[in-house]
């Protein structure tokens, strides 16, 4: 089990703000007029009015105090704003040499552009080679699927397919009688397959 001590602790531990934006985050102060609300902006400003009405009233020590924690915001508005300027920095830094990068990028590719468009010798050609209609093409080396077959069939150089023959059919069987045929003309019906 645990002691209330350590509970106190831990729980304390959870509200602590860590890192983030404190330009724009709101504090909780407790001064000894009791607690001030706000950005430390806000929390500065309120500090500075509360000292400026103790030196009104003659109260150096409250004025002081004041003074002292509205010292302690602005340190921590002052950290904060260092700190957001060098990220600031730093992403500007990072964003130049992107673009340093892309625009030597760009010129090597103008360059070899030029350069290709000057010697046209020297640009690679494609592998393509035309044979005449009839000329033996040499051995690719590639497997005849269907469909290279069916796309060579298509193509006018090629024979056109046989024409289908008929299927032979059965003959038809021999009526045993002429009165067995509906139509009496002698002419039987063909079988039913």
Do not use: W
């Given at each position: 089990?645990?002691?209330?001590?350590?509970?106190?602790?831990?729980?304390?531990?959870?509200?602590r703000?860590?890192?983030?934006?404190?330009?724009?985050?709101v504090?909780?102060?407790?001064?000894?007029?009791?607690?001030?609300?706000?950005?430390?902006?806000?929390?500065i400003?309120?500090?500075?009015?509360?000292?400026?009405?103790?030196?009104?009233?003659?109260?150096?020590?409250?004025?002081?105090?004041?003074?002292?924690?509205?010292?302690?915001?602005l340190?921590l508005?002052?950290d904060?704003?260092?700190?957001?300027?060098?990220?600031?920095?730093?992403?500007?830094?990072q964003?130049?040499?992107?673009?340093?990068?892309?625009?030597?990028?760009?010129?090597?590719?103008?360059?070899?552009?030029?350069?290709?468009?000057?010697?046209?010798?020297e640009?690679?050609?494609?592998?393509?080679?035309?044979?005449?209609?009839?000329?033996?093409?040499?051995?690719?080396?590639?497997?005849?699927?269907?469909?290279?077959?069916?796309?060579?069939?298509?193509?006018?150089?090629?024979?056109?397919?046989?024409?289908?023959r008929p299927?032979?059919?059965?003959?038809?069987?021999?009526?045993?009688?002429?009165?067995?045929?509906p139509?009496?003309?002698?002419?039987?019906?063909e079988?039913?397959?």
């Amino acid at each position: 089990m645990r002691s209330s001590k350590s509970r106190s602790r831990a729980k304390n531990n959870r509200n602590r703000p860590s890192g983030g934006n404190v330009v724009n985050r709101v504090f909780d102060s407790s001064g000894p007029e009791g607690k001030v609300r706000g950005t430390p902006q806000q929390i500065i400003d309120k500090y500075n009015q509360l000292a400026r009405d103790a030196q009104l009233s003659n109260d150096r020590v409250a004025a002081e105090n004041f003074q002292q924690h509205a010292e302690h915001y602005l340190r921590l508005l002052s950290d904060a704003q260092r700190e957001m300027d060098a990220r600031r920095e730093e992403q500007e830094r990072q964003n130049r040499e992107r673009q340093a990068e892309r625009d030597r990028e760009r010129a090597e590719r103008q360059e070899r552009d030029a350069a290709r468009q000057a010697d046209p010798a020297e640009v690679p050609q494609p592998d393509v080679m035309d044979f005449p209609p009839g000329a033996a093409t040499p051995e690719s080396g590639l497997v005849e699927t269907p469909e290279s077959k069916g796309a060579e069939a298509e193509t006018p150089e090629k024979k056109e397919k046989p024409a289908r023959r008929p299927r032979a059919r059965k003959p038809k069987a021999a009526p045993a009688s002429a009165e067995e045929t509906p139509g009496g003309d002698g002419d039987a019906p063909e079988a039913a397959e």
